[in-house]
């Protein structure tokens, strides 16, 4: 990589308050994005990506706690780089939305249901400095056209006379207002119907290449992840299990989870729809197994992996696991690129 | 997949109209208008019937008490009862009906017997007004504060502040309205000698005569200072505790965390965000509290001597003044449904999802 | 026990924890103990304490005396004991208060789920009814009502006093009945032809049984407010002691304006009001233990 990473997550871990203990729901977590690159997060629900997401940008609830960790985000050639968990309030509030959109989970009541569409475009503008009311409805306008949606119409409707994959869009178009560098989106597709999903693809690939925006994704939808991402993470149990080249991941996963995760799902590309769930659940984030989190539903563990967590290391380039048994997996297809090679 | 019907054809004048009639039979303020105006026709048909056909009724009790009182014929005092109530006591039911109808639609209520033939409504059009001020000055007072307080709890929820205003809130609220008079007048008027409770009767200095001088207002303010007190106690702990169950559950709302990530001033989140939603439904409760606290208005005017619309119809009841009954329990039930629907209204256009008739 | 999505108790059982949890569950909030102990406490007032407590009588030499060992909360102007008093006057208040949530609850269970069962034109009647009594003021009503109909007995004040305050409940019985008779239980009972007041009866009620025990306690608490009323206002003849009474005897005598009656002014009013805080409290415990799916009706 020649230029530096936008948003660079290191060694952070987040645990919830709870009466019994600390809910470790994110731990040790390292990855880097950069500029114009996607970024899948993808695991079980409760594994922590949501988390992940609403730290970066500090959203947790009180009972949340950063208890380690660095969120730096460099935004330009120009600025230094700034850890966005030391920001002040005020700083932070800049940093949202500005530099950092996040598109939430629930579209269907993430917009005020009392106010216009065009208020909440133009309150977000002014609340970062953007006065002049006629430009930021022309790029409201403009950017509605750009997500497929009818844009006067929108504009002045209120949320409940959009349908839910309207909102969706909207959500998405004023995640672009500002022209952010990054733009997290969680589970940006469940709860939408397949044709309003694939319009939403498609709306985001097309984006992703005019406005350059880097785009980290929480989703347990793979195909989805495999279509947009350009790398994946794999998260289990708070912590990434493994990161790489999206095909290198897909074609080649090195660790069982991830392995896992694609038989569970039927291959939306044609081919053998053979579903096989992964047996057991996700273990107690209170109270850990001692080795890996995954051992105890994990078809290739071996007494070492009760005892001893495997590291998160390079195991080809640019791919990371942390599995002990990492080399016994099986190759799911051959790379095309490398069908043609050789 | 661009949601729009891009159908060129102007549509037809009839068309467009039959859809505006059709709308506005559908909107939420033309269903709102209607509802009061039919609760409005039940009560008068009910009082009528009350008045007239029951057996017992204030007309026949009317008639016996001039019978034997005044030693007058049957005849004689069923005629002098009509003047009073100024409806024909001879004619057929329906006419007595739409008679008494009519009459009311000129805003002739009848004659008042206590106080020596004036017109029903002379007396409301001139106590009314002081029971609408007061009251309404008390809800309006208590709904604010009680707005602030709950919000405030509900922030700082589980601390000192919100244990101990729940506690005086849920204790407050249990007390009947027209017991909190006699607590004032005792700590105000009795202990700590405050106001000089017993002499102030009325609605203002009774040395002033009523013009806009500061001297008058003030004089008004002060002589309402201990029912406004009354009703403000009454209600603020209710509204603090339904704001504040209010507010918790909006601050779990997706739509305030999108406002925080959307860099929106704590300012504009607090009230655009989580104000403005969580007191909806205190709109449509505020349109309930009118009927109570106006209820309880009869007993704390006695209280506290405050010369409105309360006082009068205790003192017609014990008169047994029955056109003057009458004539205030309509007045007070009419006050009461329009200001259920100016509640109704102002939360229509607070909610845009009512305001266009689409939620239900 | 903690399921997000109620799930319907699979038999007719009722849905009422043992009575040990339910003590349990009171012990876990403090405010709830404090408002059965206070209930149990005026109850027990009602109930026994006219047995053990004496009539109270003129003492000309005690009057007006600040509280003392003897007498606990002082003496009125006529050195009557005024403990005694609102013992004693508590019993005719919290009768005509019990009477009233029977009957309220009673009318309110039989026109809701009529209401709901029968639909048409019963249906838009009841409604009408209900909307038309919740927009005439409560208080304004009854003393219209007071001044025609004599409320000489317990049953008539609670009769009239029942009159104005069905349609919250009713409201809440109709949708409960509407929803339930959906689900699939109620169903069966239909399909194997049960009849009507069984389903009624049998299926529905019980499953709402906190609601109603919570309603039956708000219906006492209005009940008090416009009895209480009623009587300060003179319009309920009286004989016997009676804690309205003896506000009613305060507010004509011009007492409220002195200082040696506080005592005996201020011991009704603590009384009703901490009768009806115990009250609320209590109803508020039993919504928050049973955390009724039925929470909103209206």
Redesign the interface.
């Known amino acids: 990589m020649t230029h530096q990473p936008v948003l660079s997550i290191q060694n952070l871990s987040v645990a919830y308050m709870a009466r019994r203990g600390m809910v470790k729901a994110v731990r040790d977590v390292s990855f880097d994005v950069f500029p114009s690159e996607t970024v899948a997060v993808i695991g079980e629900s409760g594994c922590g990506k949501t988390t992940l997401a609403l730290a970066l ?1 500090r ?1 947790l609830s009180r009972s949340a706690k950063i208890t380690s960790g660095k969120v730096i985000f460099r935004g330009g050639d120009h600025s230094a780089p700034v850890d966005v968990l030391r920001l002040n309030q005020r700083q932070l ?6 530099n950092c ?2 598109v ?3 579209a269907l ?8 569409i065009s208020a909440q475009v133009q ?2 503008a002014r ?2 400095g953007e006065h002049d009311a006629k430009r930021v409805e022309e790029r409201a306008l403009w950017l509605f056209q750009q997500v ?3 844009p006067r ?1 929108v504009y002045n409707a ?1 949320p ?2 959009l ?1 839910g994959g ?1 909102r969706q869009r909207v ?1 998405l178009a ?1 995640g672009l207002l500002l022209d952010p560098q990054v733009v997290i989106l969680d589970e940006p597709t469940t709860a939408l119907d397949v044709l309003t999903q694939r ?1 939403i693809i498609e709306v985001l690939k097309r984006l992703r290449e005019e406005m350059g925006f880097a785009l980290i994704f929480i989703s347990h939808d793979l195909s989805m992840a495999a279509e947009l991402a350009h790398r994946i993470v794999t998260m289990y149990a708070g912590s990434v299990v493994e990161i790489g080249q999206v095909n290198e991941v897909f074609y080649r996963p090195k660790h069982p989870y991830t392995l896992g995760l694609m038989r569970a799902v039927p291959n939306l590309s044609g081919g053998r729809a053979e579903l096989v769930s992964i047996p057991g659940s996700p273990p107690d984030l209170i109270d850990l197994p001692k080795g890996c989190a995954f051992a105890p539903r994990c078809s290739y563990a071996q007494a070492i992996c009760h005892e001893q967590a495997p590291p998160l290391e390079m195991r080809a380039p640019g791919h990371a696991s942390a599995c002990h048994f990492w080399d016994r997996l099986p190759v799911l297809r051959e790379l095309p690129s490398s069908q043609e090679v050789g | 997949m661009v949601e729009t019907s891009l159908s060129n054809a102007p549509p037809s004048i009839l068309a467009v109209l039959r859809t505006r009639i059709e709308r506005l039979f559908k909107s939420y303020l033309f269903r709102s208008l209607l509802q009061a105006l039919f609760t409005i026709w039940l009560v008068l048909s009910v009082t009528f019937v009350l008045i007239r056909l029951m057996p017992g009724s204030p007309v026949d009790i009317l008639v016996d008490r001039l019978v034997s009182e005044q030693g007058l014929t049957r005849e004689e005092a069923l005629s002098q009862a009509a003047a009073m109530f100024s409806v024909n006591f001879n004619a057929p039911i329906h006419e007595q009906y739409f008679q008494y109808l009519g009459n009311l639609l000129r805003g002739d209520l009848g004659v008042s017997i206590s106080s020596t033939n004036t017109p029903v409504i002379e007396i409301i059009a001139r106590f009314l007004p002081w029971t609408l001020f007061s009251v309404g000055l008390g809800l309006l007072i208590s709904f604010v504060l009680g707005l602030l307080l709950g919000m405030l709890m509900a922030y700082w929820r589980n601390s000192f502040f919100d244990i101990a205003i729940s506690t005086v809130a849920s204790f407050l609220s249990s007390i009947p309205n027209y017991l909190l008079p006699i607590i004032l007048i005792y700590l105000i008027g009795v202990q700590w000698k405050l106001l000089p409770v017993a002499r102030m009767r009325g609605t203002y200095d009774p040395k002033l005569t009523p013009s806009l001088t500061p001297e008058f207002i003030a004089s008004v303010l002060l002589y309402a200072i201990l029912p406004v007190l009354t009703y403000v106690l009454s209600q603020v702990g209710h509204w603090a505790l339904s704001m504040k169950n209010s507010t918790l559950s909006v601050l779990g709302e997706e739509y305030v965390n999108a406002a925080h990530a959307r860099g929106l001033p704590q300012r504009r989140i607090l009230i655009a965000y989580v104000g403005r939603n969580a007191s909806l439904p205190l709109f449509t409760q505020l349109a309930l509290s009118v009927g109570s606290v106006v209820g309880g208005a009869i007993i704390i005017e006695l209280f506290f001597m405050y010369q409105g619309i309360g006082i009068r119809l205790f003192e017609a009841i014990g008169a047994r003044d029955y056109p003057l009954m009458q004539g205030i329990f309509l007045m007070i039930t009419v006050s009461t449904v329009l200001a259920n629907l100016l509640a109704d209204l102002l939360y229509s256009q607070l909610d845009p999802r009512v305001r266009l008739g689409t939620n239900k | 026990m903690t399921t997000a999505t109620p799930s319907l108790p699979q038999s007719r059982r009722l849905p009422w924890p043992r009575l040990g949890s339910l003590w349990r569950a009171f012990r876990r909030s403090p405010s709830g103990a404090i408002g059965l102990f206070g209930v149990t406490f005026f109850l027990l007032m009602a109930l026994i304490g006219p047995l053990i407590v004496p009539v109270p009588r003129v003492n000309v030499q005690a009057r007006s005396q600040p509280p003392s060992f003897a007498h606990i909360l002082g003496t009125d102007n006529q050195g009557k004991d005024i403990a005694a008093q609102i013992v004693h006057g508590s019993r005719p208040v919290i009768t005509v208060a019990v009477l009233t949530g029977l009957i309220t609850t009673a009318i309110a269970i039989t026109l809701g789920a009529l209401a709901a069962f029968l639909g048409g034109l019963f249906d838009r009647l009841v409604n009408s009814a209900a909307n038309f009594v919740l927009t005439i003021p409560y208080l304004v009503a009854m003393t219209v009502l007071a001044s025609f109909i004599r409320l000489n007995s317990p049953i008539t004040q609670a009769l009239i006093l029942s009159l104005w305050s069905w349609p919250v409940l009713m409201r809440t019985v109709r949708a409960q009945v509407l929803s339930l008779r959906e689900r699939e239980y109620v169903e069966a009972a239909v399909a194997l032809n049960l009849g009507t007041p069984h389903i009624i009866f049998r299926e529905i009620l019980p499953n709402m049984a906190s609601y109603i025990a919570i309603s039956m306690i708000l219906a006492m608490t209005s009940a008090i407010y416009a009895q209480i009323a009623l009587i300060t206002l003179g319009l309920v003849p009286l004989s016997d002691l009676n804690w309205g009474k003896m506000i009613f005897s305060a507010r004509t005598t011009g007492a409220i304006y002195l200082s040696e009656t506080v005592w005996f002014i201020l011991s009704p009013v603590l009384a009703i009001a901490l009768f009806q805080w115990s009250l609320v409290t209590l109803a508020r415990s039993i919504e928050d233990i049973f955390n009724p799916r039925l929470r909103s009706g209206a």
């Open positions: 940008v959203l509030r800049a940093f949202r939305w500005r959109a996040m939430f989970q629930s009541n993430a917009l005020n249901p009392v106010l216009k309150e977000t609340a970062h497929r949606l009818d119409r209120y409940h006379e349908s309207m959500l004023l319009t």
